[in-house]
């Protein structure tokens, strides 16, 4: 009799185990990946942006933002890497890194050892439609141009924020490009005239070597209006 309540025991927690191992993928599958995911929309970074976006009188929200597209992230025609034991790489990644920092967009990780150079000038070999990563990871310094965009489509990367020291976002407004107009120089609309945008986030994962864009509904503005420093 011990032995079958046993068995019996025995195949329950089984059974419980297994419901419960399969309700979990259940729900990893269900999540919705074509929304804006949750670690970005409760961050206090992207809170802080979109309220500064809705005091300007932009109305758009984290459910306004859908899944245009996903990247990896390294390729070798972008991105650089050295050894940190290679000479002069540290000297060279210290001088490097104290010479960006209190600078006006540029953003750091959470480590400082590693950021994101979004500034909208010529500087360092970048121009102002691309985005610099420098930094540390574990004994490699990455150098890389990690984003970019189309000129022509009056593109302004507009902030960029670490979820983490692998995880960080960056916003992009730019003019709406139809599938159809691709390749195409688009009709001149220029910064000072109401013209028809949306807004880009970048979610940048170092660790998975992916870059997910979720792009907003579309929204008529003058960019040198809501960006005066454009």
């Known amino acids: 009799m011990k032995k079958s309540l046993t068995i019996i025991f025995t195949t329950l927690i089984f059974l419980t185990v297994a419901a419960g191992v399969y309700i979990n993928i259940r729900e990893q ?17 992207f809170q802080r942006w979109i309220t500064n976006l809705k005091n300007n009188d932009v109305e758009v929200g984290a459910d306004d933002f859908r899944l245009l597209e996903e990247n990896e992230i390294y ?5 650089k890497i050295y050894s940190l034991d290679e ?11 104290q010479d960006h920092k209190d600078l006006k967009k540029i953003e750091f990780s959470p480590s400082v050892r590693l950021f994101v150079d979004y500034r909208n000038t010529q500087r360092d070999g970048y121009s102002s439609n691309e985005v610099h990563l420098y930094g540390l990871k574990e004994d490699k310094i990455l150098d890389a141009r990690i984003l970019d965009c189309s000129a022509y489509t009056n593109c302004y990367f507009d902030r960029a924020y ?4 692998d995880v960080f ?3 992009e407004f730019s003019r709406k490009l139809a599938k159809d107009q691709e390749g195409q120089t688009l009709e001149i609309c220029n910064t000072d005239q109401t013209c028809t945008y949306t807004i880009k986030a970048h979610v940048i994962d170092l660790i998975n070597n992916k870059r997910f864009v979720y792009e907003s509904k579309e929204i008529d503005l003058i960019l ?5 420093d454009l």
């Open 29 to 45: 599958k269900a999540v919705d990946h074509s929304k804006l995911p949750e670690k970005v929309e409760l961050s206090r970074d």
């Open 75 to 79: 390729n070798t025609k972008w991105i």
């Open 87 to 97: 000479e002069g790489r540290q000297e060279e990644y210290e001088k490097y890194i």
């Open 162 to 165: 670490f979820l983490d020291n």
């Open 169 to 171: 976002v960056i916003s």
């Open 224 to 228: 040198s209006e809501l960006i005066p």
